[in-house]
T-cell receptor, first 113, second 114 residues
Framework: QQPVQSPQAVILREGEDAVINCSSS?????VHWYRQKHGEAPVFLMI?????EQKGHEKISASFNEKKQQSSLYLTASQLSYSGTYFC??????????????FGAGTQVVVTP | EAQVTQNPRYLITVTGKKLTVTCSQN?????MSWYRQDPGLGLRQIYY???????DKGDVPEGYKVSRKEKRNFPLILESPSPNQTSLYFC?????????????FGPGTRLTVT
């Protein structure tokens, strides 16, 4: 089952903040975040691992609540370049799921001047 | 330049005509994966491979085949394409999915089956 992302879309003015949520019904080992601009391939932003280790993008942050099986991506002081569709991908803890990555339906972010 | 390449980038074909979409990476990555992207559904994993000769089904494997005979190549085969396989396809590779390594995506292949 795919993770659920919210909101589906958000419109921001430059400099505003936004939060994108990703939740799963299964225990998670990792959460991956990617951004895709129109007509392009998804580009890596960040990975969060069970246990709290965080890797990723210097101007966008994220949290991972293992107990709630949720992750949130924080866009702070948004820039025009932040526009695009954001996807979370989840890897679950079951042994038959190693290597299996399920993505949410995406959150479209539009940043206006 | 480190990259994932896919060919062809665009393909229009007819129902039932076998086709192969090639994927190649030059980063010596162990993990490779195929996704399809449809409006409103995000990216859905078709097949993935943890290493040479090791492949597993993703969430939507029906109607697709893959092989991993060499580390760098991971072709996607549609033996008998149908219109519901019209989609945008992405190949991706990673050093490893575990341990927090990013996936690098290819440019995509837009397939239309009439």
């Amino acid at each position: 089952q795919q993770p659920v992302q919210s909101p589906q879309a958000v419109i921001l003015r430059e400099g505003e903040d936004a939060v994108i949520n990703c939740s799963s019904s299964k225990a998670l080992y990792s959460v991956h975040w990617y951004r895709q601009k129109h007509g392009e391939a998804p580009v890596f932003l960040m990975i969060l691992l069970k246990g709290g280790e965080q890797k990723g993008h210097e101007k966008i942050s994220a949290s991972f609540n293992e107990k709630k099986q949720q992750s949130s991506l924080y866009l702070t002081a948004s820039q025009l370049s932040y526009s695009g569709t954001y996807f979370c991908g989840t890897e679950t803890e079951t042994t038959d799921s190693w290597g299996k990555l399920q993505f949410g339906a995406g959150t479209q972010v539009v940043v206006t001047p | 330049e480190a990259q994932v390449t896919q060919n062809p980038r665009y393909l229009i074909t007819v129902t039932g005509k076998k086709l192969t979409v090639t994927c190649s990476q030059n980063m010596n990555h162990e993990y490779m994966s195929w996704y399809r992207q449809d409006p409103g559904l995000g990216l859905r994993q078709i097949y993935y491979s943890m290493n040479v000769e090791v492949t597993d089904k993703g969430d939507v494997p029906e109607g697709y085949k893959v092989s991993r005979k060499e580390k760098r190549n991971f072709p996607l085969i549609l033996e008998s394409p149908s219109p519901n396989q019209t989609s945008l396809y992405f190949c991706a590779s990673s050093h490893s999915l575990a341990g927090g390594y990013e996936q690098y995506f290819g440019p995509g292949t837009r397939l239309t089956v009439t």
